[in-house]
């Protein structure tokens, strides 16, 4: 990509003309909105998402334990006794910053799906330090859950080289507003989170195919490890994931939240975490803005609908932008 | 209970008036009060080591002084009708240094040494603001020069912060910390600042390399930010120790960095190295030296000081504009380019 490409720029109008969605207005006229405070804790907590979505019947990875004080540390070895593989997960973390995939152990070493070897002490000083509250949101002590590791439904195989990709959904006032799929890549090492170098590919909300990407930013048509069209994919168990999000959504009590899930072949839809204040690149991953989306919402009132009616304005919503 | 987005510009908008109208009204009844302003003179007088001992003499203007501070850092000092003296025993060098506020427009400064070579004088004067001859609270003209000094700082930061709000939320540039810039700016204020920088960044690599060693100790979090901080406090004296030996950089005892604030921002950098990769730490540590240097010469400019120092009702248009970015709900500047294209 030449530098030409990297400095090219929309004025403001160009913008507003497409509908995209800032940050200072998602924050002020959104946010601030309709996700009351009080409430952000139950997106920002894993646990507390988990049980709510427990309490709807949304299925979630299973909690193998809950790390609460150094002392669990001591005793990791015993609550990993039986559990193949693993993810160690910050309760409070941000961005995937913190979490631990274990692939295979024999008690001792632990491989991570990178090829990575860890001994137990240093999943111990792992589970220490995040305790203390290395990843957390404010730097404050957290937990860490250990938990189930999802596999990679077959249908992502020929897009990814590694990793496990998932599928988010925007949900505003009980409508799903956009939705994306994160792949990734060799440069997010293995990771589903864009900034780190994941691919984000948009979702048609009414067929569940994907649209085209973006990378670091910038709009790609194939995934750069495979080379396989990014674009044209049905998403596995959309329909399901979709219904989940409404779902969870309406159980957090948020307004406008991202849902992140994974899809198993299984269970359908396992949800891996809530988002209060979801980024806004998931517009570049759609091509298209927010903005006359979220008010197209707006002016159905929503809270009137009922489930099988903001199914279908979800879909409707497709056609705009 | 919130207020609409209207009300709060319309808040703003008469916060950005009311300041500089109050202003106004201060300023006429300070001149229509004839209230002379005011000379801010600092003189200092030094003199190298000499075999013999010496009796350093500084006469000071006899009209219209005002505020006298003296600081003789080694050697004591008296003040004997009006002359200044200083006593050296053999062998050793020194000097004094004074400020003082004058009705009148100083004359250069007058100063002998008896029994060694003429001393290093340096003068600086400069204009204030008009005094008011009544000091009310409000009035902060009246402060000791020193004390004045350091209100005029306090009294810059929140310049700083609107500098960050606009930088964040309007530019959209991000930084380590929120305050961060500001107050490693504010330690750029005295002193030299060429050598400010080299200190930081030392500092910052020794905190940086040392953060790397303890992650190996495996820490739990409140010691390790207490090792950072104390290995950044230490190179920071070495540093300071070793400029003022080698007489490279003059000033260096001015630069007081927020060694708190850096040792969080090691911290920071080193978890974001580590999960995010080095590409997203630099782009942050970019950011935040930008911004710095931004804050650095309005923080230096003395006139700015001097004068929030003499009418500081100049913060109700801070604080409008505080309202106006907090309200400021388009797209930021850095948005221009992350959002173009795009898959349309």
Redesign the interface.
């Known amino acids: 990509m030449s530098l030409r490409d990297?400095?090219?720029?929309?004025?403001?109008a160009e913008?507003r003309r497409?509908g995209?969605l800032?940050?200072?207005?998602r924050n002020?006229?959104y946010l601030s909105r309709v996700n009351p405070r009080r409430l952000h804790p139950r997106a920002d907590d894993k646990l507390l998402t988990k049980a709510v979505a427990r309490e709807r019947g949304i299925p979630v990875p299973e909690t193998y334990a809950v790390l609460e004080r150094?002392g669990d540390a001591a005793s990791l070895d015993g609550r990993l006794a039986g559990r193949p593989e693993f993810v160690l997960k910050p309760a409070r973390g941000s961005?995937?910053?913190?979490v631990v995939v274990v692939e295979r152990h024999d008690g001792r070493r632990f491989e991570t799906p990178s090829g990575e070897g860890l001994s137990l002490d240093d999943l111990r000083?792992h589970v220490?330090?995040t305790l203390?509250?290395?990843?957390s949101l404010s730097?404050l002590p957290d937990r860490v859950i250990v938990e189930e590791r999802l596999r990679r439904h077959p249908a992502f195989d020929p897009l990814v080289s590694g990793g496990t990709p998932d599928v988010r959904v925007v949900v505003y006032r009980g409508v799903a507003v956009m939705g994306m799929v994160r792949l990734p890549t060799r440069a997010s090492r293995g990771r589903a989170n864009l900034?780190?170098?994941a691919v984000a590919a948009?979702i048609d909300l009414a067929t569940g195919r994907t649209?085209?990407?973006?990378w670091f930013?910038?709009?790609v048509t194939a995934h750069p490890d495979t080379g396989t069209p990014v674009a044209g994919h049905e998403v596995p168990g959309w329909e399901r994931a979709l219904l989940a999000a409404l779902d969870l959504a309406e159980g957090l009590g948020l307004g406008y939240v991202g849902i992140d899930t994974m899809p198993d072949p299984e269970r359908g839809p396992v949800v891996l975490e809530a988002n209060a204040r979801p980024g806004?690149a998931i517009?570049?991953?759609?091509?298209?803005g927010l903005v006359p989306r979220l008010e197209r919402v707006d002016a159905a009132r929503p809270e009137s609908l009922k489930g099988g009616e903001r199914l279908r304005l979800s879909r409707e919503l497709s056609r705009i932008g | 209970m919130s207020f609409g987005?209207r009300w709060t510009v319309r808040v703003g908008a008469m916060l950005v008036i009311a300041g500089p109208l109050l202003m106004g009204l201060r300023w006429r009844s300070l001149r229509d009060a004839g209230a002379p302003s005011l000379w801010h003179v600092r003189w200092e007088a030094h003199v190298s080591p000499h075999p013999g001992p010496r009796l350093l003499k500084l006469r000071l203007p006899s009209a219209g002084l005002r505020r006298l501070e003296l600081d003789h850092p080694r050697f004591p000092g008296t003040v004997r009708e009006g002359v200044l003296e200083l006593r050296l025993p053999a062998g050793k060098g020194g000097g004094i240094r004074c400020a003082f506020d004058l009705e009148a427009p100083p004359e250069a400064p007058s100063v002998s040494c008896e029994g060694g070579p003429a001393p290093v004088v340096r003068a600086a004067a400069r204009r204030g603001a008009a005094a008011s001859g009544s000091g009310g609270v409000l009035d902060l003209t009246r402060l000791p020069a020193d004390t004045r000094r350091t209100v005029g700082l306090l009294l810059i930061l929140p310049i700083g912060a609107l500098l960050t709000a606009l930088f964040r939320?309007v530019v959209?540039i991000r930084t380590f910390g929120v305050f961060t810039p500001s107050l490693l700016a504010l330690s750029f204020v005295y002193g030299d600042w060429r050598a400010g920088l080299v200190v930081l960044a030392l500092v910052l690599l020794a905190g940086f390399a040392g953060r790397g060693v303890l992650e190996r100790l495996?820490l739990?979090?409140?010691p390790r930010l207490a090792v950072v901080l104390t290995l950044i406090v230490m190179c920071f004296v070495l540093c300071l120790s070793v400029l003022e030996g080698s007489r490279l950089s003059t000033g260096v005892d001015g630069i007081l960095l927020p060694m708190v604030i850096l040792a969080l921002m090691v911290e920071r950098a080193f978890?974001i190295t580590e999960?995010?990769?080095g590409r997203?730490m630099l782009r942050l540590l970019a950011g935040t030296l930008a911004l710095a240097a931004g804050c650095v010469p309005l923080m230096r400019w003395e006139g700015l000081g001097e004068w929030l120092v003499a009418f500081p009702e100049i913060h109700l248009v801070t604080l409008g504009f505080l309202l106006w970015i907090g309200?400021?709900?388009?797209?930021?500047l850095t948005?221009?380019?992350?959002?173009?294209?795009?898959?349309?």
């Not at chain 1, 649209?211 to 973006?214: C, D, E, K, R, Y």
């Not at chain 2, 221009?336 to 795009?342: A, D």
């Open positions: 990297w400095l090219a720029w929309s004025p403001p913008l497409r995209i800032g940050l200072n207005a002020l006229r150094q961005e995937g910053r913190g000083d220490s330090a203390s509250g290395t990843y730097g900034h780190q170098g948009g649209l085209g990407g973006v930013g910038r709009p806004l517009q570049i991953a759609n091509g298209c | 987005p939320n959209g495996k739990m979090v409140v978890i999960e995010d990769g997203i309200r400021y709900s388009g797209y930021r948005e221009l380019w992350r959002f173009h294209g795009g898959r349309a």
